[in-house]
């Protein structure tokens, strides 16, 4: 009876150490068929985003395309061969080691310590502990316990060995004729059906797979070529990765040292304020999906790109100061120095949090000029300049810039909205409402006179004009940069746009000189 007891004890470890093997071996094995599925996955933003002390490495692989090839095949190929090897049983120390070599890579690139979550998807955010550490442990343990303790194909075959050598021998003790008879008949019967277990399961593997597979196909016919407009850079979410990025944004200063991109990242996107024209909920919508971590993630690819300025309110200096203390990047930020009881409350507001320039936000502006408060404007210029910050001043219309030169402000550069004004053609003017720059060629001919550089915004009317147009537009026409609101998916393709325009021959030999 003791020894039944035994028995069954080991039968239940035995079957509860295949369960863990087993689904194992079906995650390795659906992360790497879900990548053949996906033909555009690489390993590329996981090496990227790496920090810690293996990031240069890990960098280095990414950015070297040959290895970045390698690197693809055997993550795809190594999940894959070693999932069906646990699921199986079969050489479960190899499978194991490779395995333990594999979630190293893993938790080095991009281990769960605080800080260092962002940019990855994740199923939540961890301590140091996560699933590869798990896997990883978990595997050590199939290293050590004996292949042939748990049911699978090594521990079949290993009894298929033994029975072989005992009938080999010839010259067996009754104990061990009687181990031999039990060894067969375990085989042919109960045995085998234990050990053959991971068969059933695989082919419920399968068809799962084929399942999910349909579903991905179903998706990919009806769904890819929808219209999912949120501007107009974007017409689906089949957009270009850091893969295709044709290069850098270039960067020059304003004035002293400060280096700042030609292309900026508006910061109405993030903040919510969408400018959606009737669309009541899209200013809630863009709060919620830019959560601290996706603005993190956004900031990021945007320095990958050569954007290294974004142009925002003070309410965003939270998180951009999270970003800088959490050592992420070194994203400079323009302050429209909006948000205060008064303008010189948001002028020290942003001074006190960071920013690398000042200006006065272009709605104050345009209200201080109409209500002849240009004292005002006067004062934040030169409280800025006395910081050592560059000082601008912004506006959306014309008559405000004309009115702070008249008065006889100086600051260092102008922020002035810009763009084309057929672009509403065929359409009613008042279902838009996105007209930003009503006297575009008034605005055009008089910022041509002025000696300070010059930041376009509105470039896109808020996201109605298409990017080709709108940034070619406004940087043929004198705009010295532009400050563009992008969601993260499409950065790349706006920086690829923006470096093409800047090559153009249109846009080097335009009327106002670059001034900057």
């Known amino acids: 009876m003791m020894n039944n007891l035994k028995q069954s004890k080991a039968s239940i470890i035995s079957f509860v150490l295949l369960a863990l093997r087993t689904v194992i071996g079906w995650h390795f094995l659906y992360e790497g068929i879900v990548k053949i599925y996906s033909p555009s996955w690489s390993a590329y933003n996981y090496l990227i985003n790496s920090k810690w002390i293996f990031a240069g490495f890990f ?65 939540g955010h961890y301590l ?51 181990k031999s008879v039990e060894v067969e008949q375990g085989i042919g019967r109960r045995e085998l059906i234990k050990n053959l277990l991971p068969l059933p399961i695989f082919g419920g593997f399968v068809v799962a797979s084929l399942k999910k597979k ?22 689906s979410f089949d957009f270009s990765s850091l893969k295709d990025l ?23 996107l993030i903040g919510g304020w969408a400018h959606a024209r009737d669309l009541i909920y899209m200013s809630d919508l863009v709060k919620k999906y830019h959560n601290d971590e996706k603005v993190f993630t956004t900031f990021k690819l945007a320095e990958k790109c050569g954007i290294n300025t974004i142009l925002t309110n003070p309410v965003l200096c939270r998180v951009i100061n999270q970003y800088w203390r959490q050592k992420i990047g070194k994203i400079k930020f323009i302050s429209d120095c909006g948000g205060g009881k008064s303008l010189i409350e948001g002028v020290k507001m942003s001074i006190d949090n960071g920013a690398s320039a000042c200006y006065v936000h272009g709605g104050a502006a345009d209200r201080f000029v109409q209500q002849g408060r240009i004292d005002e404007i006067h004062e934040a210029v030169e409280f800025i300049k006395q910081n050592g910050l560059p000082a601008g001043i912004g506006a959306h219309k014309i008559s405000t810039i004309k009115g702070c030169v008249d008065y006889g402000l100086n600051p260092d550069y102008w922020m002035k909205s810009l763009h084309m004004k057929d672009y509403l053609k065929g359409k009613e003017e008042d279902m838009y409402k996105n007209i930003f720059c009503e006297n575009t060629d008034e605005t055009i001919h008089y910022m041509e006179t002025l000696k300070q550089p010059w930041i376009g915004f509105k470039v896109l009317s808020a996201g109605v004009i298409d990017p080709m147009e709108g940034f070619r537009f406004a940087f043929e026409n004198g705009a ?37």
């Open 128 to 178: 140091i502990v996560n699933k590869n550490l798990i896997e990883l442990v978990t595997l050590i343990l199939f290293l050590i316990i004996p292949s042939n303790k748990i049911y699978g194909l090594d521990r079949m075959w290993n009894l298929v060995k033994e029975a072989i050598a005992q009938r080999k021998n010839g010259m067996l003790k009754t104990s061990q004729v009687q």
């Open 246 to 268: 044709k290069g850098q944004i270039p960067t020059t200063n304003i004035i002293g040292e400060i280096e700042f991109s030609r292309l900026m990242l508006g910061g109405n």
């Open 214 to 235: 349909g579903w991905y196909s179903y998706e990919e016919k009806f769904l890819k070529d929808t219209d999912a407009l949120t501007t107009a850079t974007m017409k």
């Open 59 to 123: 960098n280095w692989m990414a950015e070297t395309p040959g290895i970045l090839k390698v690197v693809d095949l055997l993550n795809v190929w190594g999940l894959i061969v070693i999932g069906l090897l646990l699921l199986f049983g079969i050489f479960t120390r190899a499978a194991a080691i490779f395995g333990i070599l594999l979630l190293s890579f893993y938790y080095l690139a991009t281990p769960p310590f605080i800080g260092m979550d962002f940019g990855v998807p994740t199923e």
């Open 480 to 516: 010295d940069f532009i400050c563009v609101g992008m969601y993260d998916f499409q950065i790349v393709d706006d920086v690829n746009i923006t470096l093409d325009i800047l090559n153009s021959d249109s846009v080097k030999n335009r009327k106002r000189p670059w001034l900057v």
